[in-house]
């Protein structure tokens, strides 16, 4: 399978952090301070719950490859496990790829690899495969060590509830009886979230929205410190952009390009309204994908702007339960 990664907006948006000077992996913090569960209920490895951490809008929670074990960032915009070629330089690399980071920013080569087994919370998988790139430039971005992003294809046959109040993650592995009619006790009651239908497109979380009126197809990024609309879209659209001037964006290579930067009227995505959210505008040509979908998107949104409270993920129904 030719495997092109979708890179763009894992902390590319990070504003003035971006331009902090490098760090040797010595001088990176090595380890996030977690706080201890808040959990009164048994768990297996089935249904268990992970504590994370916030550093801006990106969530970290502790995951382990074989014998190492350190930060991984949920990334609902990476398609699969990615591993920081920095650490794991010795695993066995086969197949170069082009990492494709999107927006006019310069491609970045990944490695095919192989693991024997990758954890977190009380759920492990085993002989999975994995990318290998260099993500240098997200650990100087937050002076944090990073050990790789965790992508959608380990969390599609999960549901997956992030609660920010109590910063831990409910996962529950759903079984074959459960795919039409597994849910948490939270989601017991439909007044209190709203539930919208996404698509997967090469692994990918992909929403249906509208701007003025009009239909926008964005993806959905867990990494994404920014929405991003693009540049292409109809004038119908961009006049509902009021432009607040420029900044410089950089993905996971060292290339840095500017962009405009501004505010957008409102978003509406199913009856949920977002009303006043800053948006970078650039040219998303690069990030369509590539396989037998072709899918282009239109923007790319975060969860940060969807709740503040809860939300939640059925990868099975691929339903997403926005709390109000």
Known sequence: MNFRLFLVIIFSFCGNLCAAGEYSPDMLIQSLKIEPLQNDSKEDSVSFLVPFS???SLIILKGKV???EGNFILDTGCPKLLLNLTYFRHYNQTNTETARQGIGTSDVEAFQTSIDQFSFGNYAFTNIDAELTDLGNIENSRGLK???LIGISLLKGFEMIIDYNLNQIHFHKIGKKEMSNYPHSMLHNPNEFITIPFNLYENRIVIEAAIAS???RLLLDSGSESTIISSKLPDKILDKITIV???QVSGIGSKRIDVLRGNLKSLQIGNHAINEIPV??????KSCLSGQFGVCFDGVIGLDYLSVK???FNFITRKIYIWK
Not at 280 to 285: G, I, S
């Open 54 to 56: 916030k550093i801006g």
């Open 66 to 68: 074989d014998t190492q």
């Open 146 to 148: 990073v050990l790789g």
């Open 214 to 216: 009009k239909k926008v």
């Open 245 to 247: 001037g420029r900044t």
């Open 280 to 285: 970078l505008v650039a040219n998303l040509e």
């Open 310 to 312: 809860r939300i939640a």
